[in-house]
């Protein structure tokens, strides 16, 4: 029986949802379905499938490593009990692609050679018809973009018996594990040259670090206490020497990306220097000096001219860092704030995006409020005015929370 519950899809991920949902209820016996989405677009869709669709037996088959015989693990699911939908996660994990990748990066003419493919692609390619005839239930393959590139490729007469390609919006967003693997390598070759002399712990435990943060900003959707607890437990590594290699990453990732994957990772690790510097806000210096480095960093790839309204939401996250800042002089440091909240409001203008102005309106008024420089009558009056302003668009009526704080 069939229920319509697809709130936890955002709107433009509906569509793709009830689609799916159509396809795997009135599905009978074998058939093989592709559904390229996020690793939290998969944990939300696996949630509804089995709330949704009650009347079918679904299960989920996940894939942790390398395997050269996807067959016999189906066949052990299925045996175990019937089931109608099984849901197969983590194939990339299953097809060793960080390793392809890299060997790709190192040598593009070997890593397509035969030889160096995985086991398990000529076992799907070679088996297919056992698949078919042996197993009543639906495969749905939940794939990266670029696992699905791969198996186009690599695997063909597999894939050519699939039932359809279903393809969740990824927002902007990509897979860093399409990229960690090629870009570490490039960064291992700076390390000699850029990377000073003051680095207490190993590159690699850095690397290790900063992959995990990035992994952990993108598949949890910023799940705060998750980032929160692994910067508690790594607060020795959270120095200047990570802020240095945080930079030296970023840059270079970039530097090879289209404009589209550029300004996705940026998002990824602006989203994750924000939950750093808000890790015990005000009191570790550390962790705001990273978010300030990541933050200017990402500035850099957002040009005023082609991404203004990333550009002054990066430069007004910057202006609140600095308004928190430890080192260095207080007084400075808010003048800073104020410069970069000004800046901002180049860009969001009333007129243009009323509750952004707002919001920067709002920093800015509390930046005047703590200002040091200046005479403090002065300073209050133009605090008092900038929250005036920002009161405009906080009626009670309309953001009654923000109207009694402002």
Not at 310 to 330: C, H, L, M, P, Q
Not at 373 to 395: F, H, S
Request: charged fraction near 30%; hydrophobic fraction near 40%; include cysteine.
């Amino acid at each position: 029986m069939l229920t319509s519950n697809s709130t936890k899809f955002k709107s433009d991920e509906q569509e793709s949802y009830l689609r799916l949902k159509r396809d795997l209820s009135w599905r009978e016996g074998f058939g093989i379905l592709f559904v390229r989405c996020t690793p939290v677009q998969e944990k939300r869709i696996i949630e509804e499938i089995k709330q949704d669709i009650n009347d079918k037996t679904i299960d989920v088959l996940k894939l942790d490593h390398s395997i050269d015989n996807l067959y016999d693990l189906i066949e052990e699911k299925v045996n175990d009990n019937p089931i109608d939908i099984l849901v197969i996660s983590g194939l990339e994990k299953s097809l060793a692609l960080d390793d392809y990748i890299k060997r790709t990066l190192e040598n593009p003419k070997k890593a397509y050679q035969r030889e160096a493919l995985a086991s398990l692609l000529g076992h799907l390619n070679w088996q297919r018809e056992r698949f078919r005839d042996d197993f009543n239930c639906c495969l749905v393959f939940t794939v990266r973009k670029y696992t699905l590139k791969y198996l186009v490729r690599r695997a063909p007469d597999f894939f050519d018996w699939r039932s359809g390609v279903i393809e969740f919006p990824v927002d902007r967003d990509i897979d860093l594990l399409q990229y960690y693997t090629p870009f570490k390598a490039n960064i291992e070759q700076q390390k000699p040259q850029q990377i000073s002399q003051d680095i207490v712990h190993s590159s690699d435990e850095y690397y290790d670090l900063l992959k995990k943060l990035l992994l952990l900003e993108y598949e949890n959707d910023g799940d705060l206490q998750a980032i929160h607890d692994v910067v508690e437990s790594n607060a020795d590594k959270l120095n200047s020497s990570f802020a240095k290699i945080l930079k030296q990453w970023l840059l270079k990732t970039c530097a090879e990306l289209n404009p589209e994957e550029k300004e996705a990772i940026a998002g990824i690790v602006e989203s994750l220097c924000l939950d750093i510097a808000e890790y015990n806000l005000g009191k570790s210096a550390n962790n705001l000096e990273i978010a300030i480095t990541g933050l200017e960093t990402v500035l850099q790839l957002r040009p005023r001219e082609n991404l203004s309204k990333e550009w002054a939401k990066t430069i007004n996250y910057i202006g609140t860092v600095y308004s928190f800042r430890i080192v260095g002089d207080k007084a400075d440091n808010l003048e800073k704030a104020i410069a970069c909240y000004q800046q901002a409001l180049t860009v969001r203008t009333f007129e243009a995006f009323p509750e952004k102005w707002a919001i920067t309106q709002n920093n800015l008024g509390i930046a005047y409020d703590d200002r040091i420089k200046g005479e403090k009558a002065e300073n209050l009056e133009d605090a008092i005015a900038c929250y005036q302003q920002a009161l405009t668009v906080y009626t009670f009526e309309a953001f009654p929370e923000k109207f009694a704080m402002t």
